[in-house]
């Protein structure tokens, strides 16, 4: 297992910018990939993106894709996601969760940052 802590939430405006990050510890060598996920109220979880821990490949919903960018530092161990031209429906708890040891879903998940865009 690892654990991951998230931090960089917080109240924005809509257009304007936040950056989430993940920081991870623990049995980092078991990593596959990491992925940003959110929930907001009375709606389900949704993956946002991924990136591979090694090759670094990442993977975009369509409901954020050109306006979040996912990233990763290893000699840091954390993870960030970048987000861009922010709108009032992207207010949501986010997290982040780790896939690890080849299986496929993700079973490591942090406490959620909240995000709160304002119109």
């Known amino acids: 297992q690892v654990q991951l802590v998230e931090s960089g939430g917080g109240l924005v405006q809509a257009g304007g910018s936040l950056r989430l990050s993940c920081a991870v510890s623990?049995?980092?060598?078991?990593?596959?990939?990491m992925g940003w996920f959110r929930q907001a109220p009375g709606k389900e979880r949704e993956l946002l993106a991924s990136i591979s821990w090694r090759g670094g490949r990442t993977y975009y919903s369509d409901s954020v894709k050109g306006r979040f960018t996912i990233s990763r530092d290893n000699g840091k161990n954390t993870v960030y996601l970048q987000m861009n031209s922010l709108k009032p429906e992207d207010t949501a708890v986010y997290y982040c969760a780790a896939r690890q040891g080849g299986l496929p879903n993700f079973g490591s998940w942090g406490q959620g940052t909240q995000v709160t865009v304002s119109s």
């Open positions: 623990g049995r980092i060598f078991s990593m596959d990939a």
